[in-house]
């Protein structure tokens, strides 16, 4: 009985410690909830096809000798990477794969569940949480995989391959973040859903997935400034063994990501009740 | 229970809705601008918004159960939905005590892959139960869907009653909620399904408070010891009186008059007695029990033969009563071809509350076909304060037989 709820037109932002405060006691609330959707997403996908994680690298495989092909037939002239360019694309096509479906994760789950959100009170923190778990499910898959076959591409990892998954985490959580804060917005307007993949394409070729960054002018500028080349750099060079680029700026993006994170989640729970009713009226 | 303080405590409760959908996307987004600067919301309506839910107060103890009455729209849904904490009020405030259940979007987060074991851990962590209080009662839950037998197939391959009764069953077996929400779902299944459904819900009522929204008059009339009718967003009424409640709610739906048939006859004139009393035409009410009788006047073409049949029927324009117009020695009256003025005795009205009209068929004895089936004519309302789950209520003088 020491439950009791209140619901009042003011906004939570009055009182933005209790709100705080909310919004860690319903994520701590949503474990359990965030758990079970993961796994019954994972295990369904995983019974309802036939290649199962195999998916995961496929497309990664297919963008790898699409590249190498390109390549070697001299359309596109790409400088010369330090390790070999099959071991660059792939790793680096993984790693967009990652980013740009965490970015993707917070809509897709929201929609996903929109038939009970509309209906039933509970945390809604979970829908995010399982996103979550479900891409470290597939970052611990994927990792799994990624060093035998980068072994057997010719590239010999040294002990940075334990910090990997951490490089792989940290991208994972700042396309979680950046997709959370867009998510209000996108769960009104289905364009933003559908502005994602365009821009995701966009944005690959202004980091270094497939090309080498730069070496001077305004490209490498615009590399430089791109928040996701820290992130796949380090992801890629923890990876492979290749040489560390500098620590600083995957330092700040992670920060940044884990700060965007926790702003996005406080600006989801102020935003679902409004957007419930928009959904459902 | 007696001080204990109210569970529900609703205060000028009031929300604006939007007609339109791309205006309302718009509204969405200037909400949240708002939301996120903190202003406090606007009280008036933009263009194109309404008052779904206008002012409205309550406050509701353990042990009642609240029904809420009204049309389509009148926002009751509305109403649940604010109460369940989904929506934001515009306007008032709801103050909540105790643990929160609801019998809404049954078996919510199913997978249709998964089977249906693992189909009921997915659906109570939705409803916030904890595995382990799950696997404790996991056989209960799967006896009460009687779905031994199909516990482990994928939920895809269920039928939809089966679907439905293991959602049903999650939440009727782990659910103890002080409040409790229900909105139209409490039978579901087949009809024994259904009784067991009822039963249990019965037992959570038992002890909560209850909200229920439904438009079957007997489920009301069985489950609630309160009722709200409202219309257009406002509480026209708040009652423990079940019968005034449900006779203002049934005021609300006219009733459709409707002719159809070979059109070889006619009613051209019909009027309802009760006690012998000519019963007034608008907003007629007639009290439970009462003798009713019909005056008609019917015109029948040239040359047909045929046999008059009057009928009482529900709201649902289903047939309630059907009387034989038949003459002293028990035999049908034939009519020939003319305009014919009966006086057709009904006999006891003692139908339960609710709206009714009579319905005159005219069939022809020649053909057999249908002349004139007049419906919806002289509607009225049956009184009573009885309340109870029948169709039918007769009030018997019975006898105490020694032991």
């Known amino acids: 009985m020491s439950d009791v709820a209140i619901y009042t037109p003011d906004s939570a932002m009055g009182s933005p410690a209790k709100m705080v405060r909310g919004l860690l006691r319903d994520v701590s609330r949503s474990w359990h909830l965030a758990w079970r959707l993961a796994k019954r997403d994972i295990s369904a996908q995983y019974r309802q096809s036939f290649l199962g994680y195999l998916w995961a690298f496929i497309m990664p495989i297919a963008n790898t000798v699409v590249w190498i092909m390109l390549n070697r037939s001299g359309v596109v002239r790409i400088a010369d990477t330090a390790i070999p360019y099959p071991v660059y694309v792939f790793t680096g096509t993984m790693v967009w794969q990652m980013l740009v479906e965490a970015v993707q994760s917070p809509l897709q789950q929201v929609a996903m569940s929109r038939s009970f959100l509309t209906k039933l009170n509970f945390p809604r923190e979970a829908l995010i949480v399982s996103g979550l778990l479900k891409q470290v499910f597939s970052l611990i898959v994927k ?87 820290p992130l796949v750099l380090t992801s890629r060079a923890w990876l492979t063994g290749a040489d560390t680029p500098a620590f600083v700026p995957f330092l700040v993006v992670a920060t940044v990501a884990i700060l965007l994170l926790f702003i996005g989640g406080l600006l989801y729970r102020l935003a679902l009740p409004i957007l419930i009713e928009r959904l459902s009226s | 229970m007696s001080g204990e303080a109210p569970l529900i405590q609703v205060a000028g409760l009031s929300k604006k809705f939007c007609t339109d959908l791309r205006t309302s996307l ?29 002012d409205v107060s309550f406050e509701l103890h353990r042990g009642e159960c609240l029904g809420l009455l009204g049309r389509n729209g009148a926002g009751k849904t509305t109403l649940l939905k604010m109460l369940n904490g989904l929506m934001k009020p515009d306007k008032g405030r709801i103050e909540l005590r105790g643990r929160v259940g609801a019998l809404i979007a049954l078996g919510a987060g199913f997978n249709p892959v998964l089977t249906g074991r693992e189909n009921i851990f997915v659906n109570a962590a939705v409803l916030g139960i904890p595995s382990s209080v799950v696997r404790q009662r996991l056989d209960e839950i799967i006896a009460f869907a009687e779905l031994e037998d199909f516990i482990d197939m994928p939920v895809q391959n269920y039928s939809s009653g089966m679907n439905v009764r293991l959602g049903f069953s999650v939440a009727a077996v782990l659910l103890e909620p002080d409040i409790l929400f229900l909105d139209e779902v409490l039978a ?195 009184r009573s304060h009885n309340v109870t789950w029948s169709k039918i209520v007769r009030e018997q003088v019975s006898t105490v037989l020694p032991a």
């Not at chain 2, 200037?30 to 309404?50: C, I, N, T």
């Not at chain 2, 929204?213 to 009186?241: I, N």
């Not at chain 2, 009904?346 to 022809?364: A, Q």
Request: hydrophobic share 50%.
């Open chain 2, 188 to 382: 579901v299944g087949d009809i024994g399904f259904a009784m067991k459904c009822l039963n249990r819900v019965r037992e959570m009522m038992a002890h909560s408070a209850v909200i229920f929204v439904s438009h079957s008059m007997p489920m009301v009339s069985s489950f609630c010891t309160r009722a709200l009718v409202m219309q257009r967003g406002r509480v026209m009424l708040d009652t423990e009186d079940m019968g005034l409640a449900m006779d203002l709610y049934m005021r609300d739906f006219p009733v459709e008059h409707r002719v159809t048939g070979s059109g070889g006859a006619e009613v051209l004139d019909l009027r309802l007695l009760a006690k012998g009393e000519p019963v007034a035409e608008a907003d007629a009410v007639v009290d439970q029990g009462s003798e009713g009788a019909v005056e008609l006047t019917v015109r029948i073409e040239q040359g047909e033969r045929a046999m008059v049949s009057v009928f009482i029927d529900d709201i649902a324009m289903s047939q309630v009563l059907a009387v034989v117009v038949k003459d002293g020695r028990g035999e049908p009256i034939e009519f020939g071809g003319g305009t014919h003025r009966l006086h057709v005795p009904l006999g006891k009205l003692e139908m339960n509350m609710g709206s009714y009209s009579i319905l005159v068929g005219v069939r022809s004895l020649n053909s057999q076909l249908s002349l004139c089936r007049a419906q919806g004519l002289s509607p009225f309302r049956v």
């Open chain 2, 26 to 54: 718009k509204y969405g987004v200037q909400d949240l601008a708002a939301e996120m600067v903190g202003r406090e919301r606007s009280h008036q309506l933009r263009p194109k918004e309404f008052w779904a839910l206008n």
């Open chain 1, 143 to 229: 990792f799994v995989i990624l060093v035998p076959a980068v072994i057997l591409l010719g590239v010999s990892p040294d002990w940075h391959l334990v910090l990997a998954p951490f490089a792989l985490l940290v991208t994972v959580l700042a396309g979680s973040s950046v997709g959370l804060l867009i998510s209000p917005i996108g769960m009104l307007y289905n364009d933003v859903g559908r502005v994602i993949p365009l821009l995701a394409q966009f944005f690959m070729y202004i980091t270094p997935v497939v090309f080498a960054v730069p070496g001077s002018g305004f490209m490498a500028q615009v590399f430089r400034w791109n928040p996701a080349t």
